[in-house]
């Protein structure tokens, strides 16, 4: 018999977590942004000012199911309640979804029934799903006031060794890594344990904001995304999923890469680079030393998640998609969404006219 309870803090979610791994090994093709260790640090970061909303399902004794949401409360006329998947809520998490044993049906709509006959949301807000799951098409089936958007999550599949040289053999990649290499001093290095990635953290996070904090893009302005970064770095390792690349010339750090190795795939997650080398592509050399890191350890795939950038689309060959799902209770809610997007849009246009 299929009953619902719900951990509404972190301590219950921590006492889960043996539970939550051995349901992850029921669950096909689930990612490393459903396991414990990335949501759990999540949580502690972000969710100060939300509100702890997981659906545990089980069947007699035994976890069947989970739904991690956080509930997010918003002022806008009057106070809304948004329910969002906890790590996706600010785009932490490439990807998200419920954690269905064996993709059960029963399951799943008992956690979307529950969800939606929740007295307490306004918005229901689910970024970065699966375009192919079966959460999406069972929300479209039982809400209205759906707005839905998609974003393209490119990837190189590795199905024989013609795939592996062709991943390798991209002529501006080798040229860019090799004029490094011709310096004679290259160095890359692909930590995976606690201890040894710590010690490059800050410059990891300095670099991202020299390269991006003059137009304030760079994450890691925000003290709080920091804190997350170094929970991961302690938490990660213990299920051997994170690759921490720095690539070292000389006396410079010339790119650095906060990556994930998990069930024959590897994650291109946060990048940086020197921005005073990038007249010598360091991106590119870094890209280089991945893909050959993708190779040497047999992984079946190389995602590059989300994000449309141009350079991805060069060194892919398969093209999926994510979905962001907004649902809307009621016309009274869904217009003042459309008020509020409207305002939105205006404010974004006039701060651009007068720049």
């Given at each position: 018999?299929?009953?619902?309870?719900?951990?509404?803090?972190?301590?219950?979610?921590?006492?889960?977590?043996?539970?939550?791994?051995?349901?992850?090994?029921?669950?096909?093709?689930?990612?490393?942004?459903?396991?414990?260790?990335?949501?759990?640090?999540?949580?502690?970061?972000?969710?100060?000012?939300?509100?702890?909303?997981?659906?545990?399902?089980?069947?007699?004794?035994?976890?069947?199911?989970?739904?991690?949401?956080?509930?997010?409360?918003?002022?806008?006329?009057?106070?809304?309640?948004?329910?969002?998947?906890?790590?996706?809520?600010?785009?932490?998490?490439?990807?998200?979804?419920?954690?269905?044993?064996?993709?059960?049906?029963?399951?799943r709509?008992?956690?979307?029934?529950?969800?939606?006959?929740?007295?307490?949301?306004?918005?229901?807000?689910?970024?970065?799903?699966?375009?192919?799951?079966?959460?999406?098409?069972?929300?479209?089936?039982?809400?209205?006031?759906?707005?839905?958007?998609?974003?393209?999550?490119?990837?190189?599949?590795?199905?024989?060794?013609?795939?592996?040289?062709?991943?390798?053999?991209?002529?501006?990649?080798?040229?860019?890594?090799?004029?490094?290499?011709?310096?004679?001093?290259?160095?890359?290095?692909?930590?995976?344990?606690?201890?040894?990635?710590?010690?490059?953290?800050?410059a990891?996070?300095?670099?991202?904001?020299?390269?991006?904090?003059?137009?304030?893009?760079?994450?890691?302005?925000?003290?709080?995304?920091?804190?997350f970064?170094?929970?991961?770095?302690n938490?990660?390792?213990?299920?051997?999923?994170?690759?921490?690349?720095?690539?070292?010339?000389?006396?410079?750090?010339?790119?650095?890469?906060?990556g994930?190795?998990?069930?024959?795939?590897?994650?291109?997650?946060?990048?940086?680079?020197?921005?005073?080398?990038?007249?010598?592509?360091?991106?590119e050399?870094?890209?280089?030393?991945l893909f050959?890191?993708?190779v040497d350890?047999?992984?079946?795939?190389f995602?590059?998640?989300?994000?449309e950038?141009?350079?991805?689309?060069?060194?892919?060959?398969?093209?999926?998609?994510?979905?962001?799902?907004?649902?809307?209770?009621?016309?009274?809610?869904?217009?003042?969404?459309?008020?509020?997007?409207?305002?939105?849009?205006?404010?974004?246009?006039?701060?651009?006219?007068?720049?």
């Amino acid at each position: 018999m299929l009953t619902v309870s719900v951990a509404d803090n972190l301590s219950l979610v921590e006492d889960l977590v043996p539970e939550w791994l051995e349901l992850l090994q029921r669950v096909p093709e689930h990612s490393i942004f459903q396991r414990p260790e990335w949501n759990i640090p999540w949580l502690k970061c972000f969710a100060i000012n939300r509100k702890i909303y997981f659906l545990v399902v089980r069947d007699d004794a035994k976890l069947v199911g989970l739904a991690p949401i956080i509930i997010r409360e918003r002022k806008f006329i009057k106070k809304f309640n948004v329910f969002e998947f906890a790590g996706a809520a600010n785009y932490a998490s490439d990807y998200a979804d419920f954690i269905v044993e064996n993709n059960r049906e029963d399951v799943r709509d008992l956690i979307i029934d529950n969800l939606i006959n929740n007295p307490d949301w306004n918005f229901i807000k689910l970024n970065n799903v699966p375009s192919n799951s079966d959460t999406v098409k069972k929300f479209e089936l039982k809400l209205k006031y759906e707005i839905r958007t998609c974003t393209e999550t490119p990837a190189f599949i590795i199905n024989n060794e013609a795939d592996k040289q062709k991943l390798l053999s991209h002529k501006s990649l080798k040229r860019h890594f090799n004029g490094f290499m011709r310096d004679g001093s290259l160095k890359i290095h692909h930590l995976t344990e606690t201890e040894t990635i710590l010690p490059y953290l800050d410059a990891f996070f300095e670099q991202h904001v020299e390269r991006w904090g003059k137009r304030k893009k760079s994450l890691f302005i925000c003290n709080e995304q920091k804190e997350f970064y170094r929970l991961l770095v302690n938490e990660l390792p213990k299920c051997k999923s994170l690759v921490f690349t720095v690539l070292e010339c000389g006396d410079d750090i010339i790119a650095f890469h906060f990556g994930l190795n998990y069930l024959g795939k590897f994650y291109w997650y946060k990048p940086s680079f020197n921005i005073k080398l990038r007249q010598r592509s360091p991106g590119e050399a870094l890209l280089q030393s991945l893909f050959q890191y993708t190779v040497d350890n047999d992984l079946n795939v190389f995602d590059f998640t989300v994000g449309e950038e141009a350079f991805k689309y060069r060194f892919s060959n398969i093209i999926t998609s994510n979905c962001k799902l907004f649902f809307c209770r009621g016309v009274f809610s869904y217009v003042v969404f459309k008020i509020k997007a409207t305002l939105g849009k205006i404010r974004r246009f006039i701060l651009s006219r007068m720049k």
